[in-house]
Nanobody, 118 residues
Framework: QVQLVESGGGLVQSGGSLRLSCKVSGSMFSAYVIRWYRQGAGKERELVARIDDSDRTEYADSVKGRFSIFRDYSRNTVELQMNNVRVEDTAVYYC????????????WGQGTPVTVSP
């Protein structure tokens, strides 16, 4: 069983920075692929960033060069550093750990809201 708890969301001005944190329970923290998704009002949930078990990272085109995903092994968290944020980054951000097909539903956190003001 894996539990995910996001934190760090809030209100930030356009061009500012914010860091989101996903606390990951479980004994295999370094082995998990972990993804950050977001869902804006009236929009579909979209993948923002991903880190695999070798700490290789991938980003959506819309956030490349502005967002950074990394693990903090001392705290068992996966961080999403958001720089130069834009109004269109406004969304609820979710942490996700995918499970292999047939193993049950993916693990999701409860989400943390981010609002970017003009």
């Amino acid at each position: 069983q894996v539990q995910l708890v996001e934190s760090g969301g809030g209100l930030v001005q356009s061009g500012g920075s914010l860091r989101l944190s996903c606390k990951v329970s479980g004994s295999m923290f370094s082995a998990y692929v972990i993804r950050w998704y977001r869902q804006g009002a009236g929009k579909e949930r979209e993948l923002v960033a991903r880190i695999d078990d070798s700490d290789r990272t991938e980003y959506a085109d819309s956030v490349k060069g502005r967002f950074s995903i990394f693990r903090d092994y001392s705290r068992n968290t996966v961080e999403l550093q958001m720089n130069n944020v834009r109004v269109e980054d406004t969304a609820v951000y979710y942490c996700n750990v995918p499970r292999p097909a047939g193993w049950g539903a993916d693990y999701w956190g409860q989400g943390t809201p981010v609002t970017v003001s003009p």
